[in-house]
């Protein structure tokens, strides 16, 4: 099955181009406003020994994960300091306004929560680049807090008892 989680419309204000921080990322094609939903995550539902860790995947549970979903939501790039984050399950929202020409990007850490993750080089280049993507839960306690708006909701009820 596959599993958008839809509640609004996406923008369709952003495209897909070669990125200088990953091969492909995602840009702003017009201007986009703080809480604008730019896009809906979605792909095959999957459970961890289903999930290809070679191809694009998104943990949205415990032990479950969407897969590629072919689209735009596969290419958006990780930041220490993004430009967007999660709400309302899936919906991939503007944090703040996003000029055109701007790549989207969203912290990979959001929703990420697997244990013994040792977790993978961070090439984001944000001033404050944590220099590697771990698991939430191996954040420190003030980017932790940071995050709490933006987060998937399994890791909002996990660690905040929401």
């Known amino acids: 099955p596959v599993v958008p989680l839809v509640k609004r ?32 995550f979605s792909g095959e539902l999957l459970h961890r020994t289903q999930v290809d860790f070679n191809d694009y995947h ?11 979903s072919g689209g735009a939501d596969d290419y958006v790039n990780h930041s ?16 703040r306004d996003i000029a055109v020409g701007e790549e989207l990007t969203w912290d990979y850490s959001s929703a990420i929560d697997e ?3 040792d977790g993978f080089p961070c090439c984001c280049g944000s001033a404050n680049c944590r220099g590697q993507v771990t698991s939430f839960r191996d954040l ?6 940071r995050l709490r708006p933006w987060l998937l909701p399994y890791l909002l009820a996990k660690y905040f008892s929401v």
């Open 9 to 40: 419309e996406s923008t369709m204000k952003c495209h897909v181009k070669s990125s200088p921080q990953h091969g492909k990322g995602v840009f702003a094609q017009e201007a986009i406003i703080a809480g604008e939903c730019v896009m809906v």
């Open 58 to 68: 998104l943990q949205v549970g415990e032990d479950v994960y969407i897969g590629p």
């Open 80 to 95: 220490c300091e993004p430009n967007c984050g999660f709400q309302n399950g899936l919906e991939l929202v503007a944090m």
């Open 115 to 117: 244990a013994g993750f």
């Open 140 to 145: 420190p306690q003030d980017a932790q807090a």
